[in-house]
């Protein structure tokens, strides 16, 4: 019965690419892009994306409002912004904690299809109306291929 259960968590979803960047001083200037190279071999399947977001329990907001930009290896790039919802309606935080961080990962794009193989460019950008946003101490980014 464990081994059902492990093999049915675990077929539906494929980690292809999993980073994190580190956010000097634990604040994201409005400056500062963050960008993966991701090599995207099979574009016959769908993938999930998925922007993950570590930070401190002081963290003041509801939100944090993200641009994601997606250069192809032909040259063309997509474009969108996203408003990740880092609380609940009663204002706890969403995500897993470990003593005062807290670790959420939301997703951005479902079943998203790739029509080139190579390395495609995902830059995130802080779309924040503050030049510095404090307690952000990590982004990265995740993507699953669809079984």
């Not at 494929?14 to 892009?33: D, G």
């Not at 794009?109 to 830059?123: C, D, L, P, R, V």
Request: neutral net charge; glycine residues 4%.
């Amino acid at each position: 019965m464990l081994l059902l259960l492990f093999c049915m968590a675990s077929c539906g979803k494929q980690t292809i690419f999993e980073k994190h960047e580190k956010i000097e001083n634990n604040t994201w200037n409005r400056n500062k892009v963050i960008a993966f190279e991701v090599p995207i071999n099979d574009i016959k399947k769908d993938y999930n994306v998925y922007i993950a977001v570590r930070h401190s329990d002081v963290y003041a907001y509801n939100n944090l409002y993200v641009g994601v930009i997606i250069y192809t290896p032909s040259g063309d790039q997509r474009s969108n912004n996203y408003y990740l919802e880092l609380r609940n309606e009663d204002r706890s935080f969403k995500g897993d904690v470990l003593g005062d961080i807290w670790d959420v990962k939301m997703q951005i794009m479902k079943n998203a299809s790739f029509t080139k193989q190579g390395i495609h460019k995902f830059e995130i950008s802080n779309l924040m109306q503050y030049p510095n946003l404090p307690d952000i101490m990590e982004i990265g980014l995740i993507i699953e291929k669809q079984k």
